[in-house]
T-cell receptor, first 112, second 113 residues
């Protein structure tokens, strides 16, 4: 079992809809969670981070964290074609220093 | 704002050759990380440095070595290259006091023929 798991997708949503991306992690002691967006052949770009249970909103993005259930999700409202990318969930594991452990990513396709 | 700078952007080598990848972190960032990303895979942590000292080590082959210099730039040295080393190599930097947010460079695409 991977330490950070995501559905690889592709997840297809129509333009203007809400895209929901999910991530589960195995280390119950993890405290720091990140969402990165990566376009093909490009570097990961940090779009959200969350440390506390609950929701955190930033523009069209909302990160949700539930430590009891060990999942973190990313909601993208009013999805645009430019949101089409791979979304990587990343976690700092207990005893892992400050390095990020990534999930395999979910490919999102926003269709016109 | 200044970002993480990596060079070269693309590198083509033959088997058994050596390669050196360079990374210039965001100014004032004190930690550098190296990641390897194969096609369709997630980034895999290789090694990190904090204040010029190795701070963590991941799945880095013995053929690879890295260091961070006094100006905080870092170099990843890769020897006896194998076909399987073909990947995107990312450098990321962070400031320890900013809750571990990593910012990535554009990466070096290494192709081993």
């Amino acid at each position: 079992q991977k330490e950070v798991e995501q559905n690889s997708g592709p997840l297809s949503v129509p333009e203007g809809a809400i895209a929901s991306l999910n991530c589960t992690y195995s280390d119950r002691g993890s405290q720091s969670f990140f969402w990165y967006r990566q376009y093909s052949g490009k570097s990961p770009e940090l779009i959200m981070f969350i440390y506390s249970n609950g929701d955190k909103e930033d523009g069209r993005f909302t990160a949700q964290l539930n430590k009891a259930s060990q999942y973190v999700s990313l909601l993208i409202r009013d999805s645009q074609p430019s949101d089409s990318a791979t979304y990587l969930c990343a976690v700092i594991l207990t005893g892992g220093g400050n390095k990020l452990t990534f999930g395999t990513g979910t490919q999102l396709k926003v269709e016109l | 704002a200044a970002g993480v700078i990596q060079s070269p952007r693309h590198l083509i080598k033959e088997k058994r050759e050596t390669a050196t990848l360079k990374c210039y972190p965001i100014p004032r960032h004190d930690t550098v990380y190296w990641y390897q990303q194969g096609p369709g895979q997630d980034p895999q942590f290789l090694i990190s440095f904090y204040e010029k000292m190795q701070s963590d080590k991941g799945s880095i082959p013995d053929r690879f070595s890295a260091q961070q210099f006094s100006d905080y730039h870092s170099e990843l040295n890769m020897s006896s290259l194998e076909l399987g080393d073909s990947a995107l190599y990312f450098c990321a930097s962070s400031l320890k006091t900013t809750n571990e947010k990593l910012f990535f460079g554009s990466g070096t695409q290494l192709s081993v023929l």
